[in-house]
C-alpha cells in the first residue's frame, strides 16, 4: 500500500485531495454520497464576522465547459458556524480547514481569534481572492505589502497552519506568494477563479446579476497549473493547486508540477463523488507504477 500522506507545515494529511471552498459547504451536504474520512482534508465555506446573504440572483451561470459564480460569500457568520456546523465537522476523522473572509483585513484576525478557541479545527484559509464582493477581496492578494501585513496580522492570532489563498488576477502572483511567505504564511492554495463574463443575447444582458463573475472548471487547467508551477519555482512553502481539476490525471499533473496537495472544486457539482474518485485514482495509479509513497512523484516534472 503506497503512503499518500502530504505535510502543510505541521499539518499532516492521509493524502493530497482535499475540496476547494464554496463548493462542498460545511460537508455536511456531502456526508451521503461517500465517507468524507477518505479525503485528506475538508475547506469549508468562507466565514465572515457576521453572517452574509451573499450578492443577488442571478448568480450562477454555466458556460461551455465551466461556469461562472457570483454568489458574494453567504455565510451564517462566525458565531452561527461554532454552533451550527462544527458540532457536525468535529465527528470527522479527516482534517478540518476553515476559510476566513473579512470586509476589512482587521477582521481576519478577529475571526481567526474567535476560532481559536474551537476544538476540531486545524488550520485557516485566508480567502484573500475572492473576486465576487465589493469589499476587501481582491485588494489582499492584489497588493503584495497588504497580503503580507494581512498575513503577519493573522500569523500573531493563531499557532494552527496558516494557508493563503491566492488570485490569478494579478501581474505577479509568485510576488504575491512570496509577500505572504515573508508574513508567515505555512502554504498557499491557488488558483481561486478568474474574472469572466457571459451574455444573454435574448435581452442583452449580463447572464451574472454583478456582471462579471469568477470563471471556473475544467477549461481554466491549463492556466491554472501553470499559475502553480511559477509559485512552486518562486517560494519555499508548500503550493496546494486548484483550478479545474476533475480527473486523476488532473490531480497528478499539479503535483508533478510541485504542488503538494489539490482542491477540487467545480467538479463537486456536477460529480459529488468526484474527489473521492480521485483519491482511489491516485491510489491505483500509485499501485500500479510501484510508488511507494506520493512525495516521489511531487515536483518530479522533467524539465
Known amino acids: ?37 477518505l479525503l485528506g482534508g475538508i475547506i469549508t465555506k468562507t466565514v465572515t464576522l ?31 458556524f461554532i454552533t451550527e456546523k462544527m458540532p457536525f465537522l468535529r465527528t470527522l476523522k479527516t482534517k478540518v480547514i476553515v476559510n476566513v473572509a473579512g470586509k476589512v483585513g482587521e477582521e481576519f484576525p478577529e475571526i481567526v481569534r474567535i476560532l481559536d478557541d474551537v476544538d476540531g479545527i486545524h488550520a485557516y484559509e485566508l480567502n484573500y481572492s475572492c473576486p465576487n464582493v465589493k469589499e476587501g477581496g481582491l485588494s489582499f492578494s492584489a497588493n503584495a505589502t497588504v497580503a503580507e501585513k494581512l498575513t503577519a496580522s493573522v500569523r500573531k492570532a493563531t499557532t494552527r497552519p496558516i494557508i493563503a489563498k491566492l488570485t490569478p488576477n494579478v501581474t505577479s502572483i509568485s510576488k504575491i506568494g512570496l509577500a505572504v511567505e515573508n508574513g508567515g504564511a505555512d502554504a498557499v492554495s491557488a488558483v481561486n477563479t478568474f474574472v469572466g463574463m457571459a451574455i444573454d443575447l435574448e435581452t442583452k444582458k449580463p447572464k451574472i446579476a454583478t456582471i462579471t463573475a469568477g470563471y471556473s472548471g475544467p477549461p481554466i487547467k491549463p492556466i491554472a497549473l501553470a499559475k502553480v508551477f511559477e509559485l512552486c519555482q518562486k517560494i519555499s512553502i508548500p503550493v496546494i493547486g486548484i483550478g479545474g481539476i476533475a480527473s486523476t490525471t488532473d490531480a497528478l499533473e499539479f503535483l508533478v508540477a510541485g504542488a503538494t496537495a489539490i482542491q477540487v472544486g467545480t467538479a463537486n457539482f456536477y460529480d459529488p463523488c468526484a474527489s473521492v474518485k480521485i483519491v482511489q485514482g491516485i491510489t491505483g495509479y500509485c499501485r500500479e507504477n510501484n510508488i511507494e509513497k506520493i512525495s516521489d512523484i511531487i515536483g518530479s516534472l522533467n524539465i
Open 1 to 37: 500500500m503506497s503512503n499518500l500522506e502530504v505535510k502543510i507545515g505541521n499539518l499532516e494529511l492521509k493524502n493530497p485531495v482535499t475540496v476547494a471552498s464554496g463548493t462542498f459547504g460545511y460537508a455536511e451536504e456531502f456526508a451521503d454520497f461517500f465517507d468524507l474520512n
Open 50 to 80: 457576521e453572517p452574509r446573504h451573499g450578492n443577488p440572483p442571478p448568480r450562477i451561470a454555466e458556460t461551455s465547459g465551466g461556469m461562472l459564480n457570483s454568489i458574494g460569500l453567504p455565510n451564517v457568520g462566525v458565531q452561527g
